[in-house]
């Protein structure tokens, strides 16, 4: 049986060997992982999110190296966004999906899209070639907190996010999506259904996770505005 800690400081912390950087050509990396035997509650987990912590399937986890600090966690204040031009264009046109919340679980509809997504998407990721056990792994068998935002489009899955409705806000874990639908700019969408999903909830915030300023594929979450970047343990207004 796990220890159940109450705060950050009762927490175990375990770091991995330096290895090379998913993001970064030519830079080592070093990651930071709470105990993962330990149980932690919703409530510690949104302290974990609030000071820079994300989740990865069952891992909770932040980097920690040594030499570079270009991962900066960022978060919509739902409160006070608006959506730009563009983000007004990509919200019209999505308006005839139906969006459903349910409990994260493989189907052979949610992975065969998952799969397409990656092999076209991601083939230079350590998420090529796809799986079923790397599906359930990642996604599935993660934490009560989690759920499959499915996007419809006459009943047809387009697109799925997924999220963990913690304390303070919504978490961005995953989004995948058709590769047919890249029209609909469903990244982009999600996010911003999510932001409107907060609102309702009255929850203040959307976790998007590192921002990269040097990595095209983690540089365009600065495009909601207003966002915070956590920096020297407090969270900051990018200007």
């Not at 930071?32 to 509650?41: G, Q, T, V």
């Not at 990642?138 to 499915?150: D, I, K, Y």
């Not at 489009?153 to 806000?169: F, H, R, S, Y």
């Amino acid at each position: 049986m796990g220890i159940k800690p109450t705060s950050i400081k009762d927490l175990r912390y375990f770091t991995t060997p330096e290895h090379e950087c998913s993001y970064l050509e030519g830079k080592r990396s070093t990651t930071l992982f709470a105990d993962p035997e330990a149980i932690i509650s919703t409530e510690l987990y949104s302290m974990l999110s609030s000071v820079g912590f994300r989740r990865s399937g069952q891992h909770i986890y932040r980097p920690h190296c040594q030499d570079c600090s270009a991962c900066v966690p960022v978060r919509v204040a739902v409160n006070h966004f608006k959506k730009n031009r563009k983000q007004n264009r990509i919200w019209r046109k999505n308006q005839d999906l139906e969006i459903f919340m349910v409990s994260p679980e493989y189907t052979d509809e949610n992975y065969s899209i998952f799969d397409e997504y990656i092999t076209e998407r991601h083939t230079d990721g350590d998420m090529y070639p796809a799986d079923p056990d790397q599906f359930r792994n990642f996604l599935v068998n993660g934490r009560p907190e989690a759920t499959f935002c499915e996007f419809r489009e006459n009943g047809k899955l387009v697109a799925v996010c997924v999220a963990d409705v913690m304390m303070d806000g919504l978490s961005a874990i995953y989004t995948f999506f058709s590769p047919e639908e890249s029209r609909r700019s469903l990244g982009n969408f999600a996010v911003l259904w999510l932001i409107e999903a907060a609102l309702k909830m009255n929850k203040p915030y959307v976790y998007l996770g590192y921002w990269i300023k040097d990595c095209q594929k983690m540089n365009y979450k600065t495009d909601y505005r207003p966002i915070e970047l956590y920096y020297n343990d407090k969270w900051q207004l990018l200007k």
